[in-house]
């Protein structure tokens, strides 16, 4: 899922995103409600509406953004209390109050309010935001039963648009904590499974780890999703752990800084190198910036700060991103996975770090 | 013609600007000479192939761009000698340079080396001016001439992909400067007619007495190009005086400070104001951005710096000024110009600056 943060894929038309096989992307709740904010949203309503965006919209709760926010946000039962990263205006959310803003963003998949630990974390510090999240997940059930409820009897349109509750996995490094995490999710029941709290910082093979601890023992027939991951060769690990899905900021990101994915591993496009280079990012890509511009040109336009700069850059990366999966797919199908990731890893290069 | 200052119409894709109508921009070799510089066009084959652009290319020889550097520049008979305003490097621009230059790019229109005197200018610095870009004028042709042989020898290409040079009507705001220039640059024969040092902060009354005083002058059956302009409401005057081509950087400048143009005239749709506004910026304009996108989600798209947001507002800008001109050219063939300007100019409420 390519990354929306702000009601738009950084540089990208939905008509864009189409083209590459964008099917879903992610928004988050927390960056909606202090920006347009809940009126505006409201009044439009909802946010597909207001992006332009026909396909499905899964939405953060906000939980790891507030997360993010140090110290200006205090956990309590109640909550999430925070200071708003823009104007330091006061705001709490609740496990109720995220599901009831996801239902007027009229998102597609609702991420519930969890709470997650730090990397490092001790074990009781691990256990209490592990226990927190579990609460809150029964309080996120019963908000969004809650809702979906009243929307099919205002609507009596019980299959069509109805919106997807997901659980979301803590325990931080601890696998015994995300056994038991997984246990009390399943216990409540979620449409899907998402994991949590990685890739906050720790070595990658101890996100790898958690992965083969943790994803075997979701319900097969759930969709599990991955957050905030990640780099291609983090997505092949996790995969072959057994996860579905993933967003990441990474190729927007990248590519807003001159960095571009090529099937032989990365490159730096605004360096000195590509002024003169006449070959496309990536001879294998195929994409619409493969298909019609030199690296000569792009790294010409991100010299000069010309914002198709960044727009050829963002392209060609979901482009990269969205091809990758697709082979994933296919490699599964075909029942060749490793071998295909072998393939991938070999060309790659493992040179990308997990930023 | 949109401008494309270095080497790309800013925001837009070459596919973008053929949806909306465009069928020739303009590009700077000032600019192009500076950043990517000669070698790497040399090396991509030209200017079409560098941008990705089929159709055809004005560019402007550099003139303007060396007139505005102030004490970075000096003009001497052999040409203008002038300092980088990117890293402060000495250059020269001759009369032939600038034509051999625009002939690697592959121009489809090159424009010839002149001197644009100032406003306020005394007549006699105005008439040394314009008795310059004579001289240089001539130098221009020559150039140009020896350039093309060459060329049609290498390719036995008489008729295909050849490129025009038009001369540049100078003589700042004295209309029997203008006159003389006129007649001067007739004798030596161009493909059409440029009249260059409008615009240059004088007041619009005077550029639109001198538009009147110069353009039914110029040879009939050449086209007419006032340079550096404008605004709808100028763009109106000069076609009643009889020109036929402009450029001007205003609907992509202002696009980027979140202003755009309506049918009831400019709108600065970054104010709150448009916050709520689920409208699209025109009802009458039918381009992708008023049929797909609000008000408030253009805003919302500038409010919080997301490029998409000056995208939309450009692509607009760029559409409405095409609708324009096909409006304009429209009601010349039904006879009705006249009429369509007084209708547009009520509408437009002649609230723009000339900026």
Redesign the interface.
Known sequence: MPVGT???V????PEELYEIGVDIILSNAYHLFL??GQ??IR??GGLHS???WDKPILTDSGGYQIFSLGRLRKITEEGARFQSHIDGSYHLFTPESVIEFQMLLGSDIVMPLDECAPYPCGYKEARIAKDRTTRWAKRNKQAFLASTSAKEAAFSAIDENCSSLFGIVQGNMYSDLRHESIDELTDIGFDGYAIGGLSVGEPKEIMYEMLKQTVPRLPKDSPHYLMGVGAPEDILEAVEAGVDMFDCVMPTRHARTGEVFTSNGPLVIRNAPC??D?TPIDHECGCYVCR???R??IR??I??N???G??LTTWHNLAFMMKLMRQIRESILQERFLEFKKEFLENWGHRFSNS
Do not use: C, G, W
């Open positions: 702000q009601a738009t950084k540089t990208m038309t920006r347009p009126e505006i009044l439009i207001f992006m332009h002024a003169t006449t019609n511009y030199s000569a040109y010409h336009l010299h000069v010309e914002i198709l960044v727009r």
